[in-house]
């Protein structure tokens, strides 16, 4: 038997639809925009400093908000900063770890017009409310971190 008979039979890879491949393109096509801009920013090309305002949350009670750290930590990421851009914020560095390995798998999808059993699976046992309960827990131990900091005076 051949190896790609052994994998169609595992179930490993599926092929695409043309539907599938379509809507991979876009969305490996919006990540790569917004890793584009967060470059275009990290390199002085676009100024946000006018859309992005001082923290309210920060200035009335003098603690950093649960966003604090996300945008500069996306900017360290976008600049290949990896190591410093969990320092700055874990949270926005692990969903922009999580935006790369997305990124990856629609190129594949789109590209390719494969996808892996696993993405399969996902879409069919995880439900949105997952997702999102999953993005709060993440966003919460990120701002854990940026406020024991924060206490802790470093």
């Known amino acids: 038997m051949q190896a790609s008979q052994q994998l169609n039979e595992l179930k490993i890879i599926y092929r695409a639809s043309f539907r599938q491949r379509l809507g991979a393109g876009v969305v490996f096509l919006v990540l790569v925009a917004l890793f584009a801009l967060f470059w275009l920013v990290a390199h002085d090309k676009i100024d946000v400093g006018r859309w992005l305002e001082p923290c309210g949350f ?80 993440i966003v919460a131990a990120g701002w854990a971190v940026t406020l024991a900091r924060a206490v802790k005076g470093v």
């Open 58 to 137: 920060k200035q009335r009670y003098n603690l950093p908000c649960p966003t604090c750290g996300m945008t500069a930590s996306a900017l360290a990421f976008a600049q290949g900063k990896i190591l410093e851009s969990f320092y700055i914020q874990p949270a926005a560095a692990l969903l922009c770890c999580i935006l790369v390995v997305v990124a990856f798998l629609a190129f594949l999808a789109a590209v390719f017009g494969v996808y892996l059993g696993f993405v399969k699976r996902f879409f069919i046992e995880v439900k949105i409310r997952h997702i999102i309960l999953l993005l709060i827990i």
